[in-house]
């Protein structure tokens, strides 16, 4: 069982940075994939970016590429998505995911087992 509790979220202006983290409970966490979904008023959700267990494979969508940054520290139990160059429409509730192993259907939000509450995210003109 692994429980994930996201924070950093809050209001930016555009072309800001922000930084999320996720904490996990459970002493599997190393052994996880992570990974981090966002989703905007009216709007399907949306894969972000995701990150192995070791962290040595990361992967994002294509609209935060270049400007958003999956990383982990195994030894706190933590994820952190770092977000830089903010547009308007990355304003969102931004979840942190985990699963066993990500697979070739990462993008899929069924893929992943474990959901945190998530954390709202702002970006202003």
């Known amino acids: 069982q692994v429980q994930l509790v996201e924070s950093g979220g809050g209001l930016v202006q555009a072309g800001g940075s922000l930084r999320l983290s996720c904490a996990a409970s459970g002493r599997t966490f190393s052994t996880y994939a992570m990974g981090w979904f966002r989703q905007a008023p009216g709007k399907e959700r949306e894969f972000v970016a995701a990150?192995?267990?070791?962290?040595?494979?990361?992967f994002y969508a294509d609209s935060v590429k270049g400007r958003f940054t999956i990383s982990r520290d195994n030894a706190k139990n933590t994820v952190y998505l770092q977000m830089s160059s903010l547009k308007l429409e990355d304003t969102a509730v931004y979840s942190c995911v985990a699963v066993p192993a990500l697979g070739s259907n990462y993008r899929s939000p069924l893929r992943y087992d474990y959901w945190g509450q998530g954390t709202q995210v702002t970006v202003s003109s």
């Open positions: 990150i192995s267990w070791s962290g040595s494979s990361t």
